[in-house]
C-alpha cells in the first residue's frame, strides 16, 4: 500500500519561502512518477504545480510557478520536495503530494492514483 505524507507547509509573508517534504513508503515500483498539487480556497479541482519522475527527464512545472518553484527528489527516490520562493498570496491552497505508476515529463501528466492528505500552505500580503 502506497502511502504518501506531506509536511513544511504553515504561513508566510508574500516574498518568503518555504519547503514541503513528501515522504513515500510502500512504494513497490522501482520508477515512477510523484508530483505536487494544490487546491485553493472554493477551487473545485486540484490543479498540478509540479511533478518528476524518479527515472529521469524534465520535470513539469505549472506556468504559474515556473521560476519560483523547484521539485526535487531525494537519491532514493522516494522523498520529494518543493522549494517555494518568492511566495505570493494566489500560492495559498491545501498542497498535495501525489504518485502513480507511470511515466511524466514538462509536456505529460498522467492519471494519479496515490495521494496524501495535504499540507496548508498560507501566503499573507
Known amino acids: 500500500q502506497v502511502q504518501l505524507v506531506e509536511s513544511g507547509g504553515g504561513s508566510v509573508q508574500a516574498g518568503g519561502s518555504l519547503r514541503l517534504s513528501c515522504v513515500a513508503s510502500?512504494?513497490?515500483?522501482?520508477?515512477?512518477?510523484m508530483a505536487w498539487f494544490r487546491q485553493g480556497p472554493g477551487e473545485e479541482e486540484r490543479e498540478a504545480v509540479a511533478?518528476?519522475?524518479?527515472?529521469?527527464?524534465?520535470?513539469y512545472y505549472d506556468r504559474l510557478v515556473k521560476g519560483r518553484f523547484t521539485a526535487s527528489q531525494d537519491n532514493g527516490k522516494t522523498t520529494l520536495s518543493l522549494q517555494m520562493n518568492r511566495l505570493r498570496p494566489e500560492d495559498t491552497a491545501m498542497y498535495y503530494c501525489?504518485?502513480?505508476?507511470?511515466?511524466?515529463?514538462?509536456?505529460?501528466?498522467?492519471?494519479?492514483?496515490?495521494w496524501g492528505q495535504g499540507t496548508q500552505v498560507t501566503v499573507s500580503s
Open positions: 501525489a504518485a502513480v505508476y507511470s511515466q511524466c515529463g514538462a509536456d505529460f501528466l498522467p492519471h494519479f492514483n496515490y
Open positions: 510502500g512504494v513497490p515500483w522501482n520508477t515512477y512518477c
Open positions: 511533478a518528476i519522475y524518479s527515472g529521469g527527464g524534465s520535470l
